[in-house]
């Protein structure tokens, strides 16, 4: 295998290993019935003015499969988390007791079981559109090493590597979404 061809492959996989990673992660957002701290990540808390991710101004912690507690490291930071997670538009109301935030997570139902697998497969498509982008460049860079004097044969051999690993990669996308398509179904 040339140079060239090696250097396709890695480019191709380095772009669809970040596509699968930000698949996973976007999932982890995603609940399935059970109280989890990942389901708080992208909640967002104005301190002082600026945006900050509300793991670096409070502790998450699930007591147990209903129920989130959030302990802020200061306690004028009560009101402007409780906001905070209302404003994510996440489904889940807080209450503030003076010294925690507990949020109970509501079981969730059939309709909205399916309204969290239709966004699990959209950013499944995210994905695939990731590990598509990371193809085209993957193939543009051999064109180019064949405009430069890499022979048909090696070209055709880059490219039939490159569409194996792709197809590797739609692969794992799909198991993804049927485990978590399965999580999010199971009562």
Do not use: C
């Amino acid at each position: 295998m040339t140079e060239e061809i090696t250097m396709a492959l890695e480019t191709a996989k380095e772009a669809m290993d970040k596509a699968i990673n930000h698949l996973e992660n976007e999932l982890t957002k995603i609940r399935a019935g059970k109280a989890h701290p990942s389901m708080l990540g992208g909640v967002k808390v104005d301190y002082y003015g600026s945006p900050t991710p509300l793991g670096q101004v409070a502790n998450v912690n699930s007591t147990d499969a209903r129920t989130l507690t959030i302990q802020p490291w200061e306690k004028s930071m009560l009101d402007p988390i409780a906001t905070a997670v209302i404003n994510a538009n996440l489904g889940l109301n807080p209450m503030n007791n003076g010294e925690v935030i507990l949020i109970n997570v509501p079981p969730l139902t059939e309709e909205r079981r399916r309204e969290l697998v239709k966004r699990a497969r959209s950013e499944g498509e995210h994905a695939r559109v990731g590990i598509r982008t990371g193809r085209k460049d993957a193939m543009d860079f051999l064109k180019a090493a064949k405009a430069d004097g890499l022979s048909e044969d090696m070209v055709k051999s880059g490219e039939t590597k490159v569409q194996e690993l792709t197809d590797g990669y739609n692969k794992r996308v799909d198991d993804i979404l049927d485990a978590k398509e399965a999580d999010i179904m199971t009562v």
